[in-house]
């Protein structure tokens, strides 16, 4: 490290815990839908609570997506803070167990929705209606993936006599995968015909590739073998040698960079110290490609053409770049790349200096070149410290064995 990059990496460290914790303790402090579920139904812009005029953004209607997303976050952050802030801690593992019990309940059916509606029934949107979702026995979702990833967070942290039967529940989500099972469009009917029309996206390896460290920090690696075989079949389906992008689909022009950059992060984060150097190489190059093709400013937008390099879309959410932190700080600390530095500082120079609110402690979700803009990436819920307090979490592990390094570096030079 040169005799400045101490500095950025305590600074940067510092600044994620606070932020961190500044997001959970507003949301812990906002009071909980139907007694449990985690209420972040705010509006980025305004910051006005969403009512019942909002629809479905509304608090008659609960994202099973977000509350799986929120029960990782409550768990992994309350191990993280409780030696030095044991009372947020506490507060985490209390809202963590009620959602845990009401998300399992849920989960007792063989599966968990993107969308219920006030009487807890799945539905879909259709035109200006609301329709009763399908529920096949095999079809998967990112709603399934999300939860079953956040009961096995919880059981392994204050439930360990459940841990069998949701890892149970995760084994069946990555079969569905493997299988052709899962569907990735909730907004549609869950059926075979929805899944015969859906293209071979990474993004269900990807997002599943997110458990793999948690899963070995939980004791129970046996249950992360998957993983090398998800790297591969990515790497193998979707990587384009010439730009060192990811194609969503193989044979598909665009590529969905945020996504890119993610796979990376949970690839870094799983991968033995002693990883083949080769396959770490081509991680960091994807990550380096897909900073610089998708930085537009504010951010990183949405998607890119391969073929041209040029933005497919207008808008850039706010979850790539702590993305692009974590993947960033994960290889910097592998390799000590310095371009690798240069795009960790210039994600978290964006993301706090254009996205971050501070005030309360939440980031825009979604701008443009404009600024700020009405656009819902994925849910209108806000992020339950998922995207951001994950992707930041990572990072500070990362800052943490980096000065840690340094300073054992700087004793043993004198």
């Not at 841990?163 to 469009?185: C, K, N, T, W």
């Not at 994807?286 to 400013?297: C, D, H, K, M, P």
Request: hydrophobic share 45%; with cysteine; net charge negative.
């Amino acid at each position: 490290m040169t005799s400045s990059m101490p500095l950025f990496i305590e600074t940067a460290r510092n600044t994620y815990a606070a932020a961190n914790a500044g997001t959970i303790d507003w949301f812990l402090g906002r009071p909980p839908l139907d007694g449990a579920f985690l209420n972040t139904k705010v509006n980025s812009i305004s910051l006005a609570d969403y009512g019942a005029a909002d629809g479905i953004r509304g608090p008659d209607f609960t994202y099973g997506w977000i509350q799986g997303r929120g029960l990782e976050a409550l768990v992994t952050h309350a191990a993280f803070f409780a030696p030095t802030d044991p009372a947020l801690a506490a507060r985490m593992d209390k809202a963590a167990r009620a959602l845990y019990d009401r998300l399992a309940a849920l989960q007792q059916s063989g599966h968990v929705y993107f969308c219920y509606d006030a009487a807890m029934r799945p539905v879909y949107p259709s035109g200006d209606a609301l329709l009763p979702q399908l529920a096949p026995a095999d079809i998967f979702t990112y709603s399934d993936a999300f939860v079953a990833k956040g009961l096995v967070a919880a059981a392994a942290r204050f439930a360990p006599a459940d841990l069998p039967r949701h890892l149970d529940y995760f084994a069946r989500v990555i079969a569905s995968i493997e299988a052709g099972r899962f569907q990735m469009d909730e907004r549609r009917p869950l059926s075979s015909e929805s899944l015969a029309v859906q293209a071979d996206d990474f993004g269900p390896r990807m997002i599943l590739l997110g458990a793999a460290a948690m899963l070995v920090d939980a004791g129970v690696p046996q249950a992360a073998e998957y993983a090398d075989r998800f790297i591969a079949h990515v790497l193998d389906h979707h990587y384009d040698a010439t730009s060192g992008l990811l194609r969503n689909a193989p044979g598909e022009d665009a590529c969905n960079v945020g996504h890119a950059i993610e796979f990376v992060g949970f690839a870094l984060d799983y991968l033995p110290a002693d990883a083949d150097p080769t396959l770490v190489e081509k991680l960091e190059r994807i990550l380096l490609a897909s900073f610089r093709a998708g930085y537009v400013e504010p951010g990183i937008c949405l998607s890119v053409s391969i073929s041209t390099g040029k933005a497919l879309s207008p808008y850039c959410p706010w979850w790539s770049l702590p993305e692009t932190i974590r993947s960033a700080a994960l290889a910097y600390q592998r390799t000590g790349n310095p371009e690798a530095l240069a795009v960790w500082q210039q994600a978290h120079d964006a993301f706090f200096t254009r996205y971050w609110r501070g005030t309360p402690a939440l980031a825009f979700q979604t701008m443009t070149a404009d600024g700020p803009v009405d656009f819902v990436p994925a849910t209108p819920d806000l992020d339950p410290g998922y995207h951001t307090g994950l992707s930041l979490l990572a990072a500070i592990h990362a800052a943490d064995a980096l000065l840690r390094a340094g300073s054992d570096n700087r004793s043993a030079s004198r």
